[in-house]
Nanobody, 117 residues
């Protein structure tokens, strides 16, 4: 089993930046990909950014210029930096971990990010 704990959400001003942190524990050696997803009210959950255990990142084109994802393998932590935040970035942000060997997806509880004017 893998446990994921997100932190760093809250209220952010339009145009500001945020840093979200995801601390992983448990059988983290089985994880191949960590990712951040978000879900706004009434919307589907969508990928924000992901990173493999080889450091290969995947960021959708719509977010490439505003999002950066980092992984600290020694600390089992994944960080997401976002800048130039917009009201549309308001959502619950979830940390995700995927194990190819176990064919399992793990999710954190989510952290609310609200962008205010």
């Amino acid at each position: 089993q893998v446990q994921l704990a997100e932190s760093g959400g809250g209220l952010v001003q339009v145009g500001g930046s945020l840093r979200l942190s995801c601390a992983a524990s448990g059988s983290t050696s089985s994880i191949n990909v960590f990712g951040w997803y978000r879900q706004a009210p009434g919307q589907q959950r969508e990928l924000v950014a992901s990173i493999t255990n080889f450091g290969v990142t995947n960021v959708p084109d719509s977010m490439k210029d505003r999002c950066t994802i980092f992984r600290d393998n020694a600390k089992n932590t994944v960080l997401l930096h976002m800048n130039r935040l917009k009201p549309d970035d308001t959502a619950v942000y979830y940390c995700n971990a995927y194990s190819l060997r176990l064919f399992k997806n793990y999710w954190g509880q989510g952290t609310q990010v609200t962008v205010v004017t």
